[in-house]
């Protein structure tokens, strides 16, 4: 290989742990986020991404459930009303109309944590 060859790989090899680097920090960053989040009211909209997460809004507000403890096998539907505390990553769901209610008790170790 010549210098020039080798130049180019070094500099790929660079950019590309740059970018992970800044796609981990971006991600902890979100997740810590999405702790402090608090809402208790009903779901006005919800949406799934390609990825089945669901994307939900509450008092005004969406919020992306892929940062917290959530179970992706049960559909959020609007109207359900959804609580999560400050501090936890934990969800409550609690259907309309029924007031069967669903509780994601398991918790999660954020990295950095």
Known sequence: MDFKNNYSVLLLFVVVIILIFFGLYKRKSIAEKAVR????????????????YPWVVINGTEF?????????NVKINKGD????????TRIKLIRQ????????NKRINLAGR
Not at 64 to 71: F, K
């Open 37 to 52: 989040w608090h809402f208790n009211g009903p779901v006005e909209n919800v949406r799934y991404d390609v990825k089945r």
């Open 64 to 72: 992306n459930l892929y940062y917290t403890v959530w179970d992706f």
């Open 81 to 88: 009303t959804l609580i999560k505390d400050t501090g936890d």
């Open 97 to 104: 109309g029924t007031h069967d209610t669903i509780s994601f």
